[in-house]
């Protein structure tokens, strides 16, 4: 279904529930912390979401690994009409000008970024965006795709 450019319908926590658990298969030695509010939410996934969202996970694990941690966390909910996903590790967190131009650096020895990149391209064709904060305790990244445009309803 990713690779078929079909939307499918699906609830939020069935959604989350999917990805969580295809992760979990990807990358069997992280801790993932998940909490989704507005579960019942009827949303209308996109091809390409998916894939977006494991490569963000994906990247907040490595981040959270290199300071010997395995956490990762996602927080999912709806505000002002918006499906908003935060994803949440552990690591260093990257420079204030890491997203200025993409693509961008890896901080991964032999990464270059590309999953982070085609990860915003693709939630950007979604009319979402895709925003970092750095926090203390490691990086938050929030991917809010709006409920009116078929990306969520």
Known sequence: QQLSNVA??????EYVG??????RLLCPEAEVTVRVAASEQAIEVQPGLEHALLNLMQNAFDASARNALRLVTLE??????RVE???????DGFDDDHF???PVA????????????LARSTIE???GDLETHRAADGTRITVRLPLSNGIAR
Do not use: E, P, Q, W
């Open 8 to 13: 499918r319908i699906s609830t939020l926590g």
């Open 18 to 23: 999917t990805n969580v658990d295809r992760f």
């Open 76 to 81: 999912v909910d709806v505000h002002d009409g």
């Open 85 to 91: 996903f935060v994803i949440g590790d552990r690591g």
């Open 100 to 102: 200025d131009g993409m």
């Open 106 to 117: 890896s901080s991964k020895a032999n990464g270059l970024g590309m999953g982070l990149a």
């Open 125 to 127: 064709r979604m009319r």
